[in-house]
T-cell receptor, first 114, second 115 residues
Framework: LAKTTQPISMDSYEGQEVNITCSHNNIATNDYITWYQQFPSQGPRFIIQGYKTKVTNEVASLFIPADRKSSTLSLPRVSLSDTAVYYCLVGDPDSGAGSYQLTFGKGTKLSVIP | NAGVTQTPKFRILKIGQSMTLQCTQDMNHNYMYWYRQDPGMGLKLIYYSVGAGITDKGEVPNGYNVSRSTTEDFPLRLELAAPSQTSVYFC??????????????FGSGTQLSVL
């Protein structure tokens, strides 16, 4: 089973860049890496997805090294509203054809301090 | 667009009661999922469906049942509610466009307490 490891929590001041790293040593060749954000009392929300190198959208950047055994979510100039739990997911190649189960770990709780 | 809609938002059950959590999506997604989230924890997959008429167990299926008679609807049934089923339940859907990685769209959740 593809498994991810990420820090339990992080603190950051407003305006700083935040980097959250996720380890996924057993990532499969066809797996993509996906990050979700969850605010209290809400369902998770898709942030960004990538396969290799770097992906950037209006919210974040995702850096993936050549060996793809880790990935880093980068949030530029965070604000108080970025306080949330961030989950790193990879596809589960052992779930069988056409039925991939995405596993959410405990995620990283980011607290942005004024 | 409505996206994924869950009802009810809150519910209190007595031990042994039964109920159905409703979930519907209007995005014509083929995959649908039910997760539960206990306080301070990640999400655990209960059941999922890859299309109408097809369902399968996730990580924690005991005490739950599902059905998928249409593409839009994926209700979750709790039989004989127990305090261990106190949790927040999220329904999600996705459209398989890559082989192993899918964007999930989540509902706003149902907070269930079993007393």
């Amino acid at each position: 089973l593809a498994k991810t490891t990420q820090p339990i929590s992080m603190d950051s001041y407003e305006g700083q860049e935040v980097n959250i790293t996720c380890s996924h040593n057993n990532i499969a060749t066809n797996d993509y890496i996906t990050w979700y954000q969850q605010f209290p009392s809400q369902g998770p929300r898709f942030i960004i997805q990538g396969y290799k190198t770097k992906v950037t959208n209006e919210v974040a950047s995702l850096f993936i090294p050549a060996d793809r055994k880790s990935s880093t979510l980068s949030l530029p100039r965070v604000s108080l509203s970025d306080t949330a739990v961030y989950y790193c997911l990879v596809g589960d190649p052992d779930s069988g054809a056409g039925s991939y189960q995405l596993t959410f770990g405990k995620g990283t709780k980011l607290s942005v301090i004024p | 667009n409505a996206g994924v809609t869950q009802t009810p938002k809150f519910r209190i059950l007595k031990i042994g009661q039964s109920m159905t959590l409703q979930c519907t999506q209007d995005m014509n997604h083929n995959y649908m999922y039910w997760y539960r989230q206990d306080p301070g924890m990640g999400l655990k997959l209960i059941y999922y469906s890859v299309g109408a008429g097809i369902t399968d167990k996730g990580e924690v299926p005991n005490g739950y049942n599902v059905s998928r008679s249409t593409t839009e609807d994926f209700p979750l049934r709790l039989e004989l509610a127990a305090p261990s089923q106190t949790s927040v339940y999220f329904c999600a859907s996705s459209y398989l466009y890559k082989e192993v990685s899918e964007k999930l769209f989540f509902g706003s959740g149902t907070q269930l307490s079993v007393l």
